[in-house]
């Protein structure tokens, strides 16, 4: 929230949330961030769950 302030990081949240989509994908669509921030904040989150990469070829 620090780099896109408690308003609209809830905003995008409950956005994910009502439509069944990842946090990433929705700061992603959003566009709030820049990609490398988004890399650095979310990193491979299949990676930290365990689970195979789902990354786009």
Partial sequence: AKLIGYG???ELSKRALAGKRTLRQVVEEAGVLL???VE???GNS???AGLP????A
Avoid: R
């Avoid at 990469?53 to 786009?56: G, K």
């Fill in 8 to 10: 609209k990081a809830a």
């Fill in 35 to 37: 990609p490398d921030q």
């Fill in 40 to 42: 650095h904040i979310f």
């Fill in 46 to 48: 299949a990676e930290f």
């Fill in 53 to 56: 990469d789902a990354s786009p």
